[in-house]
């Protein structure tokens, strides 16, 4: 079976920078991705790790131990419109299984 | 990347009846799946649809109530069959290349509710 777990919810002040956690239990792996999802739109990719590590791109940074079941997104310089859920999805046997989504609520 | 456009984008139905999305990529992709999204609930994964072959179901799921199509690599189908309002939901078609590109595209959405 596949589980995901994720914080439900999360705020943080404009400018700081937030960590949300993923911990995952799968029957096989191959990725873990990071979706940005605001209300009413669809999800948009963010970064994934196959490999542990961590991988920057801009602002936004993901990081996973495989050893671990773990992963987290980091975001920095946070910005009124990262407010929004955060979605880490495991990719395996070419499916993505999807965690229950953190809602980031950034306030000024 | 793929731009993945979705119709209809919301409908109202009636109970018992049944409602067929359409799912449209702009380029050829070797996976297409179907999610459901609850109001302010993550992503379930109803199947995998299969170019040329039956589609794979997840666990809850069963191709009499959410049968499949994917005749080409570029179009799929989900009907929502024999409908009741808790089928009254989001319903999120994706596509993408593999893991190696990493990222899953999606479309905008299908808001179905069921009276």
């Known amino acids: 079976g596949q589980n995901i777990d994720q914080p439900t919810e999360m705020t943080a002040t404009e400018g700081a920078i937030v960590q949300i956690n993923c911990t995952y239990q799968t029957s096989g792996f191959n990725g873990l991705f990071w979706y940005q999802q605001h209300a009413g739109e669809a999800p948009t990719f963010l970064s994934y790790n196959v490999l542990d590590g961590l991988e920057e791109k801009g602002r936004f940074s993901s990081f996973l131990s495989r050893s671990k079941g773990y992963s987290y997104l980091l975001l920095k310089e946070l910005q009124m419109k990262d407010s929004a859920s955060y979605l880490c999805a495991a990719f395996n046997f070419n499916k993505f299984y999807f965690g229950s989504g953190t809602k980031l609520n950034v306030k000024p | ?115």
């Open chain 2, 1 to 115: 990347s793929a731009v993945i456009s979705q119709k209809p984008s919301r409908d109202i139905c009636q109970r018992g009846t049944s409602l067929t999305i359409q799912c449209q990529v702009d380029s050829q992709v070797t996976m297409m799946f179907w999610y459901r999204q609850q109001p302010g609930q993550s992503l379930t994964l109803i199947a995998t649809a299969n170019q040329g072959s039956e589609a794979t179901y997840e666990s809850g799921f069963v191709i009499d109530k959410f049968p499949i199509s994917r005749p080409n690599l570029t179009f799929s189908t989900l009907t929502v069959s024999n409908m009741s309002p808790e089928d009254s939901s989001i319903y999120l078609c994706s596509a993408g290349q593999g893991a190696n590109t990493g990222e899953l595209f999606f479309g905008e959405g299908s808001r179905l509710t069921v009276l």
